[in-house]
């Protein structure tokens, strides 16, 4: 799992600033998942789960909202 990319493509969901990303937050995502089984939501949601383990954070929500820490103390 590269944290690096996942973090590209979470700056791009439509709730981070609030502009939608025409398709290219959920193609990044999706090209992420080739690792996991099942439907294209079951892999984002899984390695998504695995991602929110990794940096200590328990939600999107939470973890766009480091992001936003981490770009606003940059």
Same mark, same amino acid.
């Given at each position: 799992?590269?944290?690096?990319?996942?973090?590209?493509?979470?700056?791009?969901?439509?709730?981070? +600033?609030?502009?939608?990303?025409?398709? +290219?937050?959920?193609?990044?995502? !999706?090209?992420?998942?080739?690792?996991?089984?099942?439907?294209?939501?079951?892999?984002?949601?899984?390695?998504? !789960? !695995?991602?929110?383990?990794?940096?200590?954070?328990?939600?999107? !929500?939470?973890?766009?909202?480091?992001?936003?820490?981490?770009?606003?103390?940059?």
């Amino acid at each position: 799992m590269n944290i690096e990319r996942i973090e590209e493509a979470l700056r791009l969901h439509i709730n981070y +600033k609030g502009i939608p990303s025409n398709g +290219k937050y959920l193609e990044i995502m !999706d090209s992420m998942t080739y690792m996991y089984s099942g439907a294209p939501g079951i892999r984002l949601s899984k390695m998504l !789960d !695995d991602y929110f383990k990794k940096v200590n954070v328990s939600n999107l !929500d939470e973890a766009l909202q480091r992001l936003r820490e981490i770009d606003a103390n940059n």
